[in-house]
């Protein structure tokens, strides 16, 4: 499957797209490749694209700067989209920055293209109704998973949305993520092991 199959495939399932649908968008994506470090978006600027993953992980975090230490807010993975939700829908400064935690690709297309596509077509005005309810959906998942789920369930559903996160991410970065520390972390591996 190329990366265009694969990103046809996964507009389909996402918004229900035709290919007749995505054939009006076809010259508005754009292949980039990412080193691990690189920085998808910075804190401060405008995200002003927004991309498929077609392989790596990137994660979105903040720097506390009382504490010195940076806080893992999302994580991205190989067949899901990567965009600063907030700051791409609403074209304002972002609040975080946006890096590559692996060598990476993308197809990414541009929020002036996407805008002219929901002039274009029902199907693509329902996309952008969907990436902001999906932009609600993951937010409101990570604020209630902190509220009202232990660590030890954040883990197993950190599992469940990216199944090789462990072979491609350092345990730290899945600890700050979790909001926990890393003997926390171990602790929680070595029991569901046992299990």
């Known amino acids: 499957m190329t990366e265009i199959d694969k990103l046809t495939f996964a507009l389909n399932q996402f918004a229900g797209l035709s290919e007749d649908d995505f054939k009006l968008s076809s010259d508005f994506w754009f292949v980039k490749d990412y080193k691990k470090g690189e920085f998808y978006n910075l804190r401060g600027t405008v995200c002003t694209y927004f991309g498929f993953i077609v392989d790596g992980v990137f994660r979105s975090y903040t720097i506390d700067e009382k504490a010195g230490e940076e806080k893992n807010v999302f994580l991205y993975s190989a067949n899901g989209f990567v965009v600063s939700f907030k700051s791409f829908i609403n074209q304002i400064p972002c609040d975080y920055f946006t890096q590559a ?8 297309i541009r929020y002036t293209d996407l805008l002219s596509l929901y002039q274009k077509s029902h199907q693509w005005e329902k996309f952008g109704r969907l990436l902001a309810q999906e932009a609600f959906n993951v937010t409101m998942t990570r604020i209630e998973g902190f509220l009202l ?6 883990y197993l559903d950190l599992i469940k949305q990216h199944p090789d996160i462990f072979n491609n991410v350092p345990l730290y970065h899945i600890s700050s993520y979790l909001g926990i520390q890393g003997p926390s972390l171990s602790r929680i591996r070595k029991r569901l092991s046992g299990k």
């Open 101 to 108: 935690m692996t060598d990476a690709s993308i197809i990414y």
């Open 149 to 154: 789920k232990s660590p030890e369930e954040r």
